[in-house]
């Protein structure tokens, strides 16, 4: 049983703080007003951080959903209290190597989900 859900939004597709980088280093470029320049520099602050809580967000409800799922197939690995080493179709040992193998993966996806929001600080 594979589990084909949604990708793990793990990697961004634009950097916020690397997209606020280079908004800054074009707006150091022009010449604006101290207080104005002091209002676009907090308002790309607060744009940031908002882009870094959303992503946050988003991956603790990716971990979430692998827990979930996880613990679905763990469910339906309750079917391994009736197989015997006796089992004449074979083929039920396959099918739980493939709900244990899809239990690793999911599991990798939810650690690298947390592992994500651990190594982020907000700007």
Do not use: K
């Amino acid at each position: 049983m594979m589990y084909y859900g949604p990708p793990l939004a793990i990697e961004r597709d634009e950097d916020a703080s690397g997209l606020t980088r280079r908004i800054r280093n074009l707006i150091g470029t022009v010449a604006l007003d101290c207080d104005c320049r002091q209002r676009v520099n907090d308002a790309l602050q607060r744009f940031a951080a908002q882009e870094q809580h959303r992503h946050d967000r988003q991956c603790l409800m990716d971990a979430r959903q692998q827990r979930a799922s996880i613990a679905a197939l763990v469910d339906l690995l309750g079917e391994l209290e009736e197989v015997t080493w006796q089992e004449g179709d074979r083929s039920v040992f396959a099918e739980l190597a493939h709900i244990f193998d899809d239990i690793a993966r999911m599991a990798a996806q939810g650690s690298a989900a947390m592992q994500m929001i651990s190594r982020e600080t907000t700007p």
